[in-house]
């Protein structure tokens, strides 16, 4: 402030000076114009800068122009140029103003627009977490914790993937031995409790094995094994059904033992499209169908029956 001030002096000094020699106006023009170019204040503090400057050339001039003509002119060109510096200089000055407010108001406005993309990106990951956990909670069953069928269709879904034509597929298909019995004496909590008991004994049995295990519905199970030879799958189903006495989970009603036990069927084949998997499931449904009509807590196998194809405990 204090610079332009005395720079405005300095034209005037300058100007005054001049008149002797030149009788011109040029220097404090150059620097009232320079002012309004660069310098861009409202009305009061231009009138604070120019005022001193302005009064001093106005009263001044008379001592050192002698001309009245020239003197006349000089009071002409001089308020003119004062008024267009002064309408320049608001022009620049509102200018400026309007500039600033819409950079305030842009940079705002990013700001916003950054807060509200953050705030997107963050419900978008929130949604794909959702999303995960609703797909996981789609393919789990509640009571056992073990994938539902669902699950298990996943599962073969994605096995036969596999740039291989066509997989050896086994299923394993079990079922409680009177379990409607168990729930009718021993009530449907108590059921719940044994489902899951057994759905956790499978786990154990198959931990090793490189299997899928499922709930298929009701008190039934299913697991699903590739690629395995029908020997090991055959010793995995036995392991099973051997192990449920482990448990010694009273069933004093059931017509097989005094405990919970189990049967399975099983059924083993080369597969490569969805018909020959469901044919396949079907057979191990009828297998496991045979397990029960020949007494129960056994492992039967479809297909060729040979002499160790059918285990009772």
């Known amino acids: 402030m204090r610079f332009i001030f005395f720079f405005l002096i300095w034209g005037v000094v300058v100007?005054?000076?001049?008149?002797?020699?030149?009788?011109?106006?040029?220097?404090?023009?150059?620097?009232?114009?320079?002012?309004?170019?660069?310098f861009h204040a409202s009305n009061k503090k231009l009138l604070q800068v120019y005022s001193v400057p302005v009064v001093l050339l106005v009263i001044g001039l008379p001592f050192f122009q002698f001309s009245e003509a020239v003197l006349i002119g000089h009071y002409v060109n001089l308020s003119l140029f004062l008024f267009f510096c002064w309408l320049g200089?608001?022009?620049?000055?509102?200018?400026?103003?309007?500039?600033?407010?819409?950079?305030?108001?842009?940079?705002?406005?990013?700001?916003?627009?950054?807060?509200?993309?953050?705030?997107?990106?963050?419900i978008n990951r929130e949604l794909k977490e959702a999303n995960v956990q609703?797909?996981?909670?789609?393919?789990?069953?509640?009571?056992?914790?073990?994938?539902?069928?669902?699950?298990?269709?996943?599962?073969?879904?994605?096995?036969?993937?596999?740039?291989?034509?066509?997989?050896?597929?086994?299923?394993?298909?079990?079922?409680?031995?009177?379990?409607?019995?168990?729930?009718?004496?021993?009530?449907?909590?108590?059921?719940?409790?044994?489902?899951?008991?057994?759905?956790?004994?499978?786990?154990?049995?198959?931990?090793?094995?490189?299997?899928?295990?499922?709930?298929?519905?009701?008190?039934?199970?299913?697991i699903?094994?590739?690629?395995?030879?029908?020997?090991?799958?055959?010793?995995?189903?036995?392991?099973?059904?051997?192990?449920?006495?482990?448990?010694?989970?009273l069933h004093e009603f059931s017509t097989v033992a005094d405990y919970v036990t189990v049967s399975i069927g099983i059924a083993t084949g080369e597969v490569e499209n969805e018909v020959q998997i469901e044919a396949l499931k079907e057979q191990a449904d009828f297998a496991l169908y045979e397990a029960k009509s020949r007494g129960k807590n056994r492992v039967e196998v479809a297909k060729e029956k040979t002499a160790d194809s059918t285990i009772q405990y």
């Not at 008149?19 to 114009?33: D, I, K, W």
């Not at 291989?164 to 409680?176: Q, Y």
């Not at 699903?224 to 989970?249: H, N, R, Y």
């Open 134 to 222: 609703l797909k996981k909670l789609a393919t789990l069953d509640e009571l056992t914790n073990l994938p539902n069928r669902r699950g298990m269709r996943q599962y073969i879904d994605k096995a036969m993937q596999l740039p291989a034509s066509k997989r050896t597929l086994s299923f394993i298909m079990l079922d409680i031995d009177d379990f409607k019995l168990f729930n009718d004496n021993y009530g449907h909590f108590e059921g719940d409790r044994v489902l899951h008991l057994v759905a956790q004994q499978i786990k154990s049995c198959t931990a090793d094995a490189n299997c899928h295990v499922s709930r298929f519905g009701g008190e039934e199970f299913i």
């Open 224 to 249: 699903t094994v590739f690629d395995q030879a029908p020997e090991a799958v055959f010793e995995l189903a036995e392991c099973i059904v051997s192990s449920m006495g482990k448990l010694k989970i």
């Open 89 to 122: 200089s608001r022009m620049l000055y509102h200018s400026s103003i309007t500039s600033f407010y819409n950079s305030l108001l842009l940079t705002e406005t990013n700001e916003n627009l950054a807060q509200i993309i953050n705030e997107k990106e963050e």
């Open 15 to 38: 100007t005054l000076r001049a008149q002797e020699e030149y009788g011109s106006l040029m220097a404090c023009a150059v620097n009232f114009m320079s002012v309004a170019i660069f």
